[in-house]
T-cell receptor, first 109, second 112 residues
């Protein structure tokens, strides 16, 4: 079992650019969560899916953020346009609280 | 966003010592989870608690779901160097959702 796979591990981009973060969940896990971690705000839930359907997106900070899960084996979190305050580590997790990926460290300059 | 209060924020201990940390909330929770995060990695689930008063162990780790349902405790016995990391609690207050709220974290350093 390869666990939850996130890509890229690191992303540096310029303000205003579009950023896409990717997640491959563990096969058979019905739930997928996107979290953001910063020093100031800690770990925050952005959105979660159940059986590929978004259930709660109340944590998505702005319309610049969007997430999709086109099938059970893939999800994306997109930021368009990106801003320096979006710099954080973004985690994908599956099951109901259980398994996190290694995260994507995003730096927007 | 909302965060749970964890204490202590950080602690330095000697190898072999026991460690205690706790997590408190102003509202009632139905589920408590405890995680450990190593640098550059995602949190790893250590223990899950589902009932007030529940006491659950995982090796040298023991966690308790407070009877008021507003707090939880994690104890580590006989600490070893690999226990170093940040420990997070997470709680779930609303049935029917999985909108976990995370604690502020306790950074543990173990001196050999």
């Amino acid at each position: 079992d390869a666990g939850v796979i996130q890509s890229p591990r690191h992303e540096v981009t310029e303000m205003g650019q579009e950023v896409t973060l990717r997640c491959k969940p563990i096969s058979g896990h019905d739930y997928l969560f996107w979290y953001r971690q910063t020093m100031m705000r800690g770990l925050e839930l952005l959105i979660y899916f159940n059986n590929n359907v978004p259930i709660d997106d109340s944590g998505m900070p702005e319309d610049r953020f969007s997430a999709k899960m086109p099938n059970a084996s893939f999800s994306t979190l997109k930021i368009q346009p990106s801003e320096p305050r979006d710099s954080a580590v973004y985690f994908c997790a599956t099951t109901t609280g259980g398994t996190f990926g290694s995260g994507t460290r995003l730096t927007v300059v | 966003g909302q965060q749970l209060n964890q204490s202590p924020q950080s602690m330095f201990i000697q190898e072999g010592e026991d460690v205690s940390m706790n997590c408190t909330s102003s509202s009632i929770f139905n589920t408590w989870l405890w995680y450990k995060q190593d640098p550059g990695e995602g949190p790893v689930l250590l223990i899950a608690l589902y009932k007030a008063g529940e006491l659950t162990s995982n090796g040298r780790l023991t966690a308790q779901f407070g009877i008021t349902r507003k707090d939880s405790f994690l104890n580590i016995s006989a600490s070893i160097p690999s226990d170093v990391g940040i420990y997070f609690c997470a709680g779930l207050s609303t049935s029917g959702t999985y909108k976990y709220i995370f604690g502020t974290g306790t950074r543990l350093k173990v001196l050999a």
